[in-house]
């Protein structure tokens, strides 16, 4: 989802750069190390998507109440109809599914809750928080028919168990939804989710994109109990979602509540087309309220002119004016929806900044060896990279 600037100001995509880079025989961190740095420095919350290795992610995560079981539910649809999309899902179904997690979610719970006492297993207080499985879901699904009111759903049970296939025991994507992970920390100011590694997968990204966005729904809803507002922001945009219209309307409908809590939502994307042919785009351009513009082709310029109102004749020639210089300065184009605030500025990067960042072979090279330089000094790393290098690399 990431791309890089190049010398000559044109973008470079993330798989280019890795091909790039082998070529050069040099390793490409995955993700980049702007967010391994800014995890670093900040003390963030840095969730990493892998194709393999640990997953450090569930959906099943977080505060279990009503919105959390009505999410569980809907994920578990979307994911039936991404891997069989002729398969029509009617009311008996949804009712199987949300029984079977609110049953699976109680059995986690009083689990968790249980001890020995030497040689006798004792019920202690409840469990605050008990990360649940598909295979936990998928387990109280195939009894529900013991049930008295779910004993006529046996058939309809055996083919949500045979369509949930994928998502459990040695399912393909079963790791992704069996990950026992602690709990998201509630006590960090800033998070970070990666799903780079996801991206050639329309039916995963798509899955995953929806259980961060509830997530973060979750983690703004518990900071704005304690009266605090936040920042949301979306790079790559047009990636979310984009493996089915369900997925793309989960985010479309998130755009909206974060906007309802009165949290900043910034979308980013390298190409303005995104915003007026893809339903999220559509979405973020119809909620917001400013309105920011870099460096781009007068191709581009005219196209946003033309498919909308915020740029007049004057803004159109000002942004095609604006230009980046790598290592110096950046100038922006800003307006607000009514237009009734706008203009130009330049931007000069600090070198903090720049080293907090880092967005090249060459200048993550240096930070991860200034790292490993001062294990326990983050700082002091930093304070080395900014004295030695105060524009940066490459």
Not at 293 to 301: G, H, I, P, R, W
């Amino acid at each position: 989802m990431n791309s890089e600037w190049l010398n000559d100001g044109s973008r470079m995509t993330r798989e280019c750069q890795v091909r790039f880079c082998e070529r050069l025989g040099v390793k490409l961190p995955w993700p980049t190390l702007r967010y391994k740095a800014l995890a670093d420095y900040y003390d963030a919350d840095l969730t990493e998507f892998s194709s393999d290795g640990e997953m450090p992610f569930s959906p099943f995560r977080g505060v279990f109440d009503e919105e959390k079981v009505a999410f569980l539910t809907q994920l578990l649809a979307t994911g039936i109809k991404l891997m069989s999309p002729s398969f029509e899902l009617e009311s008996d179904h949804i009712a199987v599914l949300t029984k079977a997690v609110r049953l699976a979610h109680e059995r986690k719970m009083r689990e968790a809750s249980l001890n020995f006492d030497g040689a006798d297993l004792v019920q202690l207080e409840l469990a605050e928080e008990a990360v649940l499985t598909m295979n936990d879901v998928v387990a109280e699904m195939a009894g529900l028919s013991a049930l008295e009111s779910f004993e006529k759903f046996q058939p309809v049970i055996d083919a949500l168990v045979q369509k949930l296939a994928p998502f459990y025991g040695d399912g393909i994507y079963a790791r992704y939804f069996n990950a026992t992970p602690p709990g998201s920390n509630k006590t960090k100011l800033f998070y970070i989710y990666d799903l780079d590694a996801l991206d050639k997968d329309p039916v995963l990204q798509s899955l995953m994109t929806m259980a961060v966005i509830e997530e973060i729904r979750q983690t703004i809803k518990q900071h704005r109990g304690q009266g605090r507002q936040g920042l949301v922001v979306l790079e790559e945009m047009q990636m979310l979602g984009r493996g089915n219209s369900v997925g793309g309307q989960f985010v479309v409908d998130a755009a909206e509540t974060f906007r309802k809590l009165g949290v900043w939502l910034v979308s980013l994307t390298p190409r303005p087309q995104n915003y007026f042919e893809t339903e999220v785009g559509k979405a973020m351009w119809g909620v917001a309220d400013n309105y920011v513009f870099l460096q781009m082709s007068a191709d581009n310029v005219d196209y946003v002119a033309k498919r909308s109102s915020i740029l007049d004749e004057a803004g159109t020639q000002i942004v095609k004016s604006l230009r980046t210089v790598r290592g110096s300065h950046a100038d922006v184009y800003y307006v607000n929806k009514k237009r009734t605030r706008q203009g130009a500025f330049r931007f000069f990067q600090t070198p903090y900044d720049r080293w907090l960042a880092p967005t090249n072979a060459a200048a993550t090279s240096a930070a991860e060896a200034a790292r490993a330089k001062y294990p326990s000094d983050r700082w002091k790393a930093l304070e080395e990279l900014v004295r030695e290098h105060p524009y940066g690399l490459g």
